[in-house]
């Protein structure tokens, strides 16, 4: 893999796929990625929201590389909440 | 009451147990995160959310989900009491899952000067909706059935969001627990103050 890649596992309304993913690129293009490998697309990008094992909304225009993520670390990419009523 | 078994259980069966295999692969983070799994046993998972962060940690509420005919239709999803499994009344619930939903600009009609800021109205919608504090409540979401039931969203039926996982049940965890369980910063505590008469002796 080459030096300005790293893999990250990311868990798609709970199913698991690993990305490649280019540590200069703002953490949103993962989400594409992760959604086409996992057969979710139906949706847009913009209405899944990406967390931290903790919970923590990740925020998606900051860089990869600048988030420091464990070689084991898990993402979390869930649908969002739609407009309730 | 157990709802009826219409599509082939062995389907409804293998889907169910995809939803608790995935789960259980996370386990781990997911209980970090206060997530127990108490019981699955096809149709149904209970799962007691708790506010981990709380110093001690709370238990907020039970998710029970029945994935009776999943997925030829959404699964069930309902708050009920963690330590009997019964359901919470409107009344009872011990969060609301309230959002933040940004209101019209402006009433219609109403107009500002040219150049004022136009002012946003902010209000609170809870995801969980009832129509009396005795009712059962449901959660007015896409993707489960109490919600594709209502006959106020027979214009967004199921199969609009069935392909996207809308019924999944880590999605569905995560958007309970965001907007009913992660907001929880602390606790409220209300201490009342009762003022009598202090006695010294009682006379004979």
Same mark, same amino acid.
């Given at each position: ?19 490649? *993913?280019?540590?200069?690129? &703002? =953490?949103?293009?993962? #989400? ?5 490998? /996992? ?14 094992? *903790?919970?923590?909304?990740? &925020? =998606?225009?900051?860089? #990869? ?5 464990? /070689? ?14 | ?204």
């Amino acid at each position: 893999m080459p030096d300005n890649e790293l893999q990250l596992e990311v868990i798609v309304n709970g199913q698991s796929t690993i990305i490649r *993913a280019n540590k200069n690129a &703002p =953490l949103r293009t993962i #989400i594409q990625l992760a959604l086409q490998q /996992t057969g979710n697309a139906g949706q847009p990008p913009e209405n899944w929201e990406l967390r931290d094992a *903790a919970g923590v909304l990740l &925020p =998606l225009d900051q860089k #990869i590389e600048e988030f420091n993520f464990p /070689t084991d670390a898990k993402l979390f990419l869930n649908l969002r909440a739609g407009v309730g009523g | 009451m157990a709802t009826p078994q219409y599509t082939d259980p062995k389907v409804s069966r293998r889907k169910f147990e995809r939803e608790v295999e995935e789960y259980r692969r996370n386990e781990v983070a997911y209980r970090s995160r206060g997530w127990i799994l108490v019981e699955a046993d096809f149709p149904r998972v209970l799962v007691v959310l708790c506010a981990a962060k709380l110093k001690p940690a709370a238990v907020i509420t039970g998710v029970r989900f029945d994935y009776s005919n999943y997925d030829a239709a959404p699964p069930s999803v309902q708050l009920v009491e963690p330590f009997t499994g019964e359901p919470y009344r409107a009344a009872e619930l011990p969060t609301t899952l309230k959002r933040q939903v940004v209101g019209p600009a402006l009433p219609p009609g109403a107009s500002l000067p040219p150049g004022a800021n136009v002012p946003r109205l902010v209000g609170h919608q809870p995801l969980m909706q009832a129509y009396g504090p005795e009712d059962m409540p449901f959660l007015c979401l896409a993707g489960v059935r109490e919600y594709h039931e209502h006959p106020a969203h027979s214009g967004d039926a199921w199969e609009l969001h069935r392909c996207i996982g809308a019924g999944r049940l880590v999605r569905l965890l995560e958007v309970i627990d965001t907007y009913g369980v992660r907001p929880i910063s602390g606790y409220n505590v209300e201490l009342v103050p009762r003022i009598g008469f202090a006695q010294n002796e009682v006379p004979e």
